[in-house]
């Protein structure tokens, strides 16, 4: 039987959340997520909340080369890639992460959490000192939490330099220094600023390290990510980044960097060595996603397009939007009962946006994300902005 005091208490912060008009709801898909989805008992949506950046998730490429991964490799080895082995389409979509983002290396996960989780604990030492932005995803300061005590960790003020090279002076004494940043900050919406970050990397002789989820795929004129944007590919030491977003969609993440680094994880990063490897019709199907996008790259031109237009509509509306290159786009609102209201009501419109409050952002800053996709036609984006408009 339950715990009976385990159960009240559950109860009783389910009710709260429900009083407070705070209680997420969790919609139910009936297809494939394009610029439109329907919705079970609510019907067709345009969706702006997706991370399918580039429209691949339901790309006829994409899916088939998915259902060959299944009928060539089945379902899976059922364990992990020690044991086992390594599938072949396991080793080709890794080779082609890492010419894909300029490293040596790579190393794909069941997904991006599991690949941060394995580059602290895995690569840090007890004489070492961890910088993370304040603003980092969780997955990173999970990861950092899962270091050993010995172990110095400080954060940095959100893409404060200053605070960052402070820090950065003060850790001198450390056997190695690493700085932790997202690329695209997946709340605001804003761009770390690299060649800054990496300036004051090799100054310091620190390591860098930068999770990519949001922006491989979206940022770059061939979709490269962070470091194409600003010119810097090949000059992180160490990138994550998912296929769970715009590569293909469905899940999966990785580690790209220097062979050592990737040795080190292939021997001693637990999330490899305890957990199966990535299903193999999803490493075909992401390794399908990064050809396409190499042989379209119109494919970012038109969502570097969509995002403008919609910035621009939004602002002839009125509403507060911070200027950025991303395809992310936060509406702040600051009440999470509003936005969540607000967003129910922009369903009600035909337009699915997601309202975001604590835990996934601090209290008193709950706001409506705002997410772009290549897949949006015109009249996809005129929908959208004339449901904002009644909002």
Known sequence: ?????????????LQGLVDTRQLKQFQYLTGSLGATATIE???EVIVLCSNNYLGLANHPEVIEAGHEG??????????VRFICGTLACHRELEETIARF???????SYVACWNANAAVFPTLAGPDDAILSDELNHASIIDSIRL??????????KHNDLNDLEQKLKTTQQKACR????????????DVCPLPEIIALCRQYEAMLVVDDSHGIGALGTTGRGTPEHFNSLGQIDILTGTLGKALGGAAGGYVAASQTVIDLLLQRSRPSLFSNAVPATVACSARKAIEIIE???QRVAKLNRNVQQIRAGFDKLGFDCHPSPTAIIPIMIGD????????RRLLELGVMVIGFGFPVVPKGQARLRVQVSAALEPQHIEQALDAFAKL
Do not use: C, H
């Open 1 to 13: 039987m339950p715990n009976a005091m385990f159960e009240a208490r559950g109860r009783e912060l």
């Open 178 to 189: 690493w700085v932790v940043t997202d690329g695209v900050f997946s709340m605001e919406g």
């Open 295 to 297: 042989r379209e790259p």
């Open 41 to 43: 008992g609510r019907g």
């Open 70 to 79: 299944l009928r060539k490799y089945g379902a899976g080895t059922a364990s």
């Open 336 to 343: 999470e009962a509003e936005a969540i209201a607000k967003s």
């Open 101 to 107: 983002v300029g490293t040596q290396s790579s190393l």
């Open 147 to 156: 270091v050993g005590k010995a172990t110095e960790r400080a954060v940095y």
